[in-house]
Nanobody
């Protein structure tokens, strides 16, 4: 079992920045991927950014160049630095980890609201 705790969400003005954190606990030795997803009101959950296959990073086209994913040396905390935020970035942001035995774990989410 892996438990995830996100933090860092909040209200920010357009053009502003926020940093989200997600800390994993439990059987972290079996984790092999760490990612961020988001779900806007009335929309499906979508991929935002993630690590896979070691230090390979991937980003959704909509956030490329504005968001940066990183993690700590222990690879148990993943961050999402978000810049040049737009109202359309408003969503609940979820952390997801994958494991070598094929099970995914999700955090409960943290709300990001971009509004004047």
């Amino acid at each position: 079992q892996v438990q995830l705790q996100e933090s860092g969400g909040g209200l920010v003005q357009p053009g502003g920045s926020l940093r989200l954190s997600c800390t994993a606990s439990g059987s972290t030795e079996y984790m092999n991927t760490m990612s961020w997803y988001r779900q806007a009101p009335g929309k499906e959950r979508e991929f935002v950014a993630g690590f896979s296959g070691g230090n390979n990073r991937k980003y959704a086209d909509s956030v490329e160049g504005r968001f940066t994913i990183s993690r700590d040396r222990a690879r148990t905390t993943v961050y999402l630095q978000m810049g040049s935020l737009k109202p359309e970035d408003t969503a609940v942001y979820y952390c997801k980890v994958g494991t070598v035995y094929g099970r995914d774990y999700w955090g409960k989410g943290t709300l990001v609201t971009v509004s004047p």
